[in-house]
């Protein structure tokens, strides 16, 4: 098992940052590929970011692609999203989640963090 936890989210305006952090406890945390997900009121879970083991290949949705940068500390066990040029359509909850590199499914989820951009 993996526990995850996510924080950092908050309220921001338009065209601020926020970093979201997730600490992972368990099992060995460099095993996993990282993502961030993210959830709008209304609207279906969707894919914000994903990085793999070691950290130096990263996949971001294009929604985010040059905002946001995804990166992971695994001497700290913990994943990170920076998010600059916030946009009111970036408002949601944001998930972190942890796979087996071998598989597509994403096995463990984190309680999610509320983002909220104003205009």
């Known amino acids: 098992q993996v526990q995850l936890v996510e924080s950092g989210g908050g309220l921001v305006q338009a065209g601020g940052s926020l970093r979201l952090s997730c600490a992972a406890s368990g099992r060995t945390f460099s095993n996993y590929v990282m993502g961030w997900f993210r959830q709008a009121p209304g609207k279906e879970r969707e894919f914000v970011a994903t990085?793999?083991?070691?950290?130096?290949?990263?996949y971001y949705a294009d929604s985010v692609k040059g905002r946001f940068t995804i990166s992971r500390d695994n001497a700290k066990n913990t994943v990170y999203l920076q998010m600059n040029s916030l946009k009111p359509e970036d408002t949601a909850v944001y998930y972190c989640a942890a796979r087996d590199p071998r598989g597509d499914i994403y096995d463990y989820w984190g309680q999610g963090t509320q983002v909220t951009v104003s205009s």
């Open positions: 990085i793999r083991r070691s950290g130096v290949t990263t």
